[in-house]
């Protein structure tokens, strides 16, 4: 019983930050921009939240400080990408690169290895909700999780109806499917590319916030461990659907949940256990291919 | 006269975003209160103007050269593998652990089992993507990523139990046995990995310029449907290129561990990693093998340097890190002016002179 709970809370906290990433991230890949700067974005979201902690404590200041940080780091991803129409891709690696690089030039002037927030309690950011935490198993789903974990989930409501239901959304996506056509109606791309680019960089910095400071108190150069790209690939095999992308990353967190819970059990072997989740991220993005690509018997070699 | 211009571009455009990397490095240099000129001087004067230095600088650019190239043969056939570096850690890992456990072996023949060992496992590796994007179409990009962090993961399991060398304070495998290192020359770290580099890069040359290959890339790379509709098997050639790319980039990491690391352990390509500089360098020398040579030492001066700033300066050797990352971000713009030189023409005509 002890072990399900843990499970299936580990699974909604190890969920948390990828179905922020993959709220955000969709709208650019609907926007036909390939943002796979997620990673840095949210390590950048990361780093200046636990930075601004360890200095002010201020935990609003902190939270504000990332996303406008984190913003910036979109504005130039749309600058160089979408403005210069350099490629998305580069450009995406490179801030991969200079967030962790800025991170351990800070960190070494700071002469310390990690930022670890000891005078922060971290278990008072914890939500417990009275009645519902003493129900066993929804108890555990339900309970007990920092704010952040919240606003992910009715985040997803929020950017399903953003994308779907509002004029918004449907120029984002007119936008992504044909751009010339989009334009020659009097849309304006680059506006709309930009806004999509930016809202995943916002949902990114609360990711890296929900990463470090609200779950760990602890930053590392390390620490989102490629989970910005388990992100894309949610959003891959979801093809940006909102709800299916983000079922895709609890998919991840579940495998992740599991291998954490379960690796006690395995004695030696529990190294390998940390493999598991990427395995199964990419056979799911296999089989969804697979399935996608079944029926179109168009000859030629696109995807 | 156009070929001529076409060249000025090529190198304005990848000293452009050199330069503007270092001025933005140099304001945080100051930032800090240190001199940005002096800091780049030790760079400069450590890993070009002495002769050891520079033969470092050439011995740190050996599996640089090869990994740029396991980047630029699919990138330049718009594949993006992204799995060199776990290719690389993968055919480093097993020439290490070939070079480690094979004994009494003539030195000749004990290398040329690592350096199998390391291109197979890199081939293996690269595979996996390779028939998934071929077969059944699925990103390739996303899936080299993740089985980069996959690959990590499983060879820090390898190498902390199974392969783990007791004796060594911390996780490593066992060092290589001396008939599988590669012996330096003279006070430098240079060994004969630099010249097997540069013979691969000699025969990538060829293949990519000379050969139905290289031209195949190229078309592929422009426009796959219409490769497709020509009558290349584009599938087939993507699964030739990921080997390729996967043979290379093992290739790096054979050598890496035979001439410079000598056993495997955790940080074995070091921050940011062979592979992702192989990215750089790719980008930089623009895909032709000439580039990346260039690229290449470049880079590994810039290695060696970020070392010796370091330690003669009060500088943290991330900002070379830093600077690495602004060359790339300012690297991808310069598709544009390809792009404008293809459009450019028209304006060339008109309004240009």
């Known amino acids: 019983m002890e072990l399900i709970n843990n499970i299936l809370y580990d699974t909604i906290y190890h969920s948390t930050p990828i179905i922020l990433c993959v709220t955000g991230g969709m709208f650019a890949y609907k926007a036909n921009v390939l943002n796979i700067a997620l990673e840095g974005m949210m390590l950048n979201g990361a780093f200046i939240s636990t930075l601004v902690m360890f200095f002010t404590g201020n935990l609003p200041l902190a939270v504000f400080l990332a996303i406008l940080t984190t913003l910036v780091y979109g504005l130039v991803f749309s600058f160089m990408g979408i403005t210069c129409k350099g490629n998305v891709i580069v450009v995406g690696l490179a801030i991969n690169l200079i967030v962790p690089a800025i991170a351990g030039f800070v960190m070494k002037m700071m002469e310390t290895a990690n930022i670890n927030l000891k005078n922060v309690n971290i278990t008072k950011y914890k939500i417990n909700i009275p009645l519902i935490k003493d129900i066993p198993i929804i108890g555990s789903i339900l309970s007990g999780h920092p704010p952040i974990t919240y606003l992910a989930f009715i985040g997803i409501a929020i950017f399903a109806v953003l994308m779907y239901k509002t004029r918004f959304g449907i120029y984002v996506r007119v936008v992504g499917e044909n751009e010339d056509s989009a334009r020659s109606i009097g849309i304006k791309t680059g506006f709309y590319k930009y806004a999509a680019v930016l809202i995943g960089a916002f949902c990114c910095a609360l990711a890296g916030v929900n990463l470090s400071v609200e779950r760990l108190g602890l930053y590392t150069n390390d620490m989102t461990a490629g989970r910005g790209f388990i992100a894309i690939a949610a959003i891959y095999c979801g093809q940006g659907e909102p709800v299916l992308s983000s079922l895709y990353a609890i998919l991840f967190g579940v495998a992740r949940s599991l291998a954490v819970n379960l690796s006690i059990y395995a004695g030696p072997a529990a190294g390998l256990f940390d493999i598991i989740p990427y395995i199964i991220m990419v056979a799911v993005l296999a089989a969804v291919s697979i399935v996608k690509h079944k029926n179109v018997k168009v000859r030629g070699f696109k995807c | ?353």
Request: hydrophobic content about 50%; proline content about 3%; some cysteine.
């Open chain 2, 1 to 353: 006269m156009n070929k001529k211009e076409g060249i000025i571009r090529n190198i304005l455009n990848s000293i452009l975003p050199i330069f503007l990397a270092f001025v933005i490095g140099g304001v945080v240099i100051a930032c800090i209160g240190e001199n940005p000129m002096e800091t780049y001087w030790i760079l400069l004067k450590k890993s070009f103007l002495s002769s050891t230095g520079f033969m470092n600088t050439l011995h740190y650019a050996s599996p640089l050269i090869l990994t740029g190239l396991a980047i630029a043969v699919t990138f330049k056939a718009d594949l993006y593998n992204m799995g060199v570096e776990g290719q690389m850690l993968f055919g480093g890992f097993f020439a290490g652990i070939a070079g480690a456990y094979i004994t009494g072996m003539n030195p000749f023949l004990h290398k040329f089992i690592c350096f199998a060992a390391g291109v197979l496992c890199g081939m293996a590796f690269a595979l996996i993507p390779a028939l998934l994007k071929a077969k059944c179409r699925v990103n390739e990009m996303v899936v080299t990523l993740m089985l980069n962090y996959a690959m990590a993961k499983a060879l820090e399991f390898l190498s902390t139990g199974v392969f783990r060398d007791l004796g060594s304070g911390y996780v490593a495998t066992p060092i290589i046995k001396e008939s599988a290192m590669f012996s330096r020359f003279g006070r430098s770290r240079l060994t004969m990995f630099f010249v097997i580099a540069v013979i691969v890069l000699i025969i990538m040359y060829v293949v990519m310029k000379k050969s139905k290959l290289g031209y195949e890339i190229t078309a592929i790379g422009k426009n796959s449907e219409f490769a497709e509709a020509t009558g290349m098997n584009v599938a087939k050639k993507t699964i030739v290129l990921m080997l390729l790319s996967g043979a290379l980039a093992g290739l790096a990491g054979a050598g890496y561990m035979m001439s410079e690391q000598f056993k495997y352990t955790l940080n074995f390509s070091g921050t940011p990693g062979l592979g992702w500089d192989g990215m750089l360098i790719a980008l930089l020398g623009g895909h032709s093998p000439g580039g990346i040579l260039i690229a290449a030492i470049f880079y590994a001066a810039l290695k060696t340097g970020s070392d010796n700033i370091n330690m003669y300066t009060n500088v943290p050797k991330e900002i070379v890190a830093l600077i690495q990352g602004l060359i790339i971000l300012f690297l991808a713009v310069k598709f544009i002016s390809e792009r404008m030189d293809l459009k450019g023409r028209r304006l060339h005509n008109g309004t240009d002179q």
